[in-house]
């Protein structure tokens, strides 16, 4: 019998928007190894995370607001999770593992790579993109932090042994930084699943009460949805569901979708032709740039497109999706490199999807084989207009919708817990 290993997975943000790293900690535990997970407490984790008996969290403490310079603040910043990462690190049990999530790569990397060393433990750095093509969103690619986070990811990644999230990063740190790395597609976990009209109703009117536009007059119906003889029907008169999830960052152009429904609503006002639905835009997720974007949202006079912006709970957000008719994705990749973990989920709903283009996205959507694939607002409108044509009688689209499903489902015949098994368990021993 295997001896259980002892493994500390860290990840210098908010474990509940890091599900990779959370899917990481699950397969371990499922395998009888003994969990310490480092983080920030923001937003809460899986239920079957917490429930884990083998899995405990070590909370990081939060960095204080302080009026300081820019540059200042952040290398203030960045001594504070230093040494308190550190410190969490040395009082929590001696691990076998150290995993790691990349990005961000500073200080979590060298600090990680250094208590490795101390416990002799195997390093794992998971690469989800690189931290110095994020940074450099904000700052230039010539700015000096950018070049310095670079150079640190180059050599701890050396000395490391590796995950990464496609075949284009395995390529590209081989080519660009010598570094071997094993490729791990995110899939859906079990949560993420079709659901029944009941359930779809039953939601709509929870959380109708926050959200008006998915509710109906009458108690017995949602905006999609009434109850006839006790049984859930859906209406033919119902509005499409669009949904996007987003963390709000500077690697989605919101305001492509935005133009996008522009266009749309402007087409029902003056094209009858197609037959148009209302729509329900659902945008989930939270960061640093909601409240810009909300702004945005509030400033436009949309009389056929109701678009809301909640934060879910946790075993509401994979509902959600599966209750929608598309789904869109505006990740755009600060390096071209990784793939959009919402695709993933909506995948697993069983939902298609409009996503943006970029270099490794044909890895995961194909397009007019699972979804579609979009470069500008224009093209993006195209497809939600051609989607919702007559909705939801037109027969060349349910039959589309037919073709993709098939598609769909054999994406969904591997879970997360098969292929981690498969591909990641061996590059743990």
């Known amino acids: 019998m295997a001896l259980k290993k002892k493994v500390c997975v860290v990840v210098l943000g908010d474990i509940g928007r890091s599900p990779r790293m959370q899917y990481h900690s699950e397969s371990f535990a499922e395998q009888g190894d003994i ?49 308190n990462l550190l410190f969490v690190l040395i009082i929590t049990r001696k691990p076998d593992i150290v995993l790691v999530q990349n990005p961000p790569a500073v200080p979590a990397l060298l600090v990680c790579w250094v208590f490795s060393l101390i416990c002799g433990a195997k390093y794992v750095i998971d690469w989800h993109n690189y931290a110095y093509s994020i940074m450099a969103l904000n700052v230039g690619k010539n700015n000096v932090l950018v070049k310095v986070t670079k150079k640190i990811e180059e050599f701890i990644g050396r000395r490391a042994t590796n995950l ?27 949560v993420f699943h079709s659901i029944t009209l009941e359930e779809k109703h039953s939601l709509l009117k929870k959380l109708s009460s926050k959200y008006e536009c998915l509710g109906s007059p009458s108690e017995d119906e949602t905006v999609i ?10 209406k033919e008169n119902r509005p499409g569901i669009i949904i996007s999830s987003t963390s709000w960052t500077e690697d989605e152009d919101f305001s ?17 032709i197609k037959q148009l639905p209302n729509l329900i835009c659902i945008i989930t997720g939270k960061g640093p740039l909601k409240s810009y974007y909300l702004n945005k949202i509030n400033q436009l006079e949309l009389k056929h497109i109701k678009i809301i912006t909640p934060w879910l709970e946790a075993e509401d957000y994979p509902k959600i999706i599966a209750s929608a008719d598309l789904g869109v994705s505006l990740h755009t990749s600060s390096s071209g490199l990784d793939l959009p973990m919402k695709v993933v989920d909506m995948f697993g709903c069983g939902i298609p999807v409009c996503a943006y283009d970029f270099k490794s996205l044909y890895e995961l959507v194909k397009h007019e084989e699972n979804g579609f ?37 054999n994406f969904r015949e591997l879970g997360w817990r098969e292929n981690w098994n498969m591909i990641a368990s061996s590059v743990f021993e």
């Open 35 to 83: 969990v310490d997970i480092v983080c920030y407490r923001e937003t809460l984790p899986k239920s079957t995370l917490i429930a884990q008996p083998l899995v405990s969290f070590h909370y990081l403490a939060p960095y204080p607001t302080l009026m300081l310079p820019k540059f200042l603040n952040y290398v203030f910043k960045t001594l504070w999770q230093a040494i």
């Open 164 to 190: 990464c999230v496609t075949k284009e990063m395995k390529k590209d740190l081989m080519e660009n930084w010598g570094i071997r790395a094993t490729t791990l597609y995110d899939r859906p976990s079990d």
């Open 225 to 234: 949805s009434n109850l006839e003889d006790n049984k859930v029907i859906l």
């Open 256 to 272: 492509i979708l935005l133009k996008a429904l522009i266009n749309y609503e402007n087409h029902i006002k003056e094209d009858n």
């Open 373 to 409: 694939v979009f470069k500008d607002a224009e093209e993006l409108s195209d497809q939600i207009q051609s989607w919702f044509q007559e909705f939801p009688n037109n027969k060349i689209q349910n039959y589309q919708k037919e073709a993709f499903l098939n598609e769909i489902n």
